[in-house]
T-cell receptor, first 115, second 117 residues
Framework: AQSVTQLDSHVSVSEGTPVLLRCNYS??????LFWYVQHPNKGLQLLLK??????LVKGINGFEAEFKKSETSFHLTKPSAHMSDAAEYFC?????????????FGTGTRLQVTL | DTGVSQDPRHKITKRGQNVTFRCDPI?????LYWYRQTLGQGPEFLTY????????KSRLLSDRFSAERPKGSFSTLEIQRTEQGDSAMYLC???????????????FGPGTRLTVT
């Protein structure tokens, strides 16, 4: 079974400083990996996805993630945090079986951005 | 707004009562997913429809849970004889299914928060 582990349940950064949200995955084959963001009272939104193309993936709002097979990692980064980035972030692996894309979510990392 | 909508947004019920939630997917999407998210956890897959056919159910979906998508458009999730452990956010997502085995982006609704007292 595939799984993801988010190494930090809570990350706090100052506005304008870099963001690093860590994720490790476990998969018996080449996985499809994603980061979703969840703002309060809003639906989950896809930030970016890795599906075996380029290992450095660019997403929306300046976020990036790098797939590192040797480290089984897919960390999310952003050079400069903005107050609007404060939200819950989920690392996700897709189990593509049959015709379904069943998503398995990590436990989430709450990003706090302070002035 | 043409996104995924869910109704109601909040539901408070007493233990033992039945509840039903509705999900309206993006109109041209043929796949519909239900997830459950408990406090402090990520969403967990419950079930999935391709058009009106329910193709997969998680072991999390006990006999008290039933989902339907009668005309391949909106879907309902019913929980019978609710228990306090059913308290969670129930999320619906839809996607435009591609070829077999390929990833298709899921668009999530805002969720229905269920509180069982």
């Amino acid at each position: 079974a595939q799984s993801v582990t988010q190494l930090d349940s809570h990350v706090s950064v100052s506005e304008g400083t870099p963001v690093l949200l860590r994720c490790n995955y476990s998969s018996s084959y080449s996985p499809s990996l994603f980061w979703y963001v969840q703002h309060p009272n809003k639906g989950l939104q896809l930030l970016l996805k890795y599906t075996s193309a380029a290992t450095l993936v660019k997403g929306i709002n300046g976020f990036e993630a790098e797939f590192k097979k040797s480290e089984t990692s897919f960390h999310l980064t952003k050079p400069s945090a903005h107050m609007s980035d404060a939200a819950e972030y989920f690392c996700v692996v897709s189990d593509v079986t049959g015709t379904a894309s069943k998503l398995t979510f990590g436990t989430g990392t709450r990003l706090q951005v302070t002035l | 707004d043409t996104g995924v909508s869910q109704d109601p947004r909040h539901k408070i019920t007493k233990r033992g009562q039945n509840v039903t939630f509705r999900c309206d997917p993006i109109s041209e999407h043929n796949r519909l997913y239900w997830y459950r998210q408990t406090l402090g956890q990520g969403p967990e897959f419950l079930t999935y429809f391709q058009n009106e056919a329910q193709l997969e159910k998680s072991r999390l979906l006990s006999d008290r849970f039933s989902a339907e998508r009668p005309k391949g458009s909106f879907s309902t999730l019913e929980i019978q004889r609710t228990e306090q452990g059913d308290s969670a956010m129930y999320l619906c997502a839809s996607s435009l299914g591609g070829t077999s085995g390929s990833f298709d982006e899921q668009y999530f609704g805002p969720g229905t928060r269920l509180t069982v007292t």
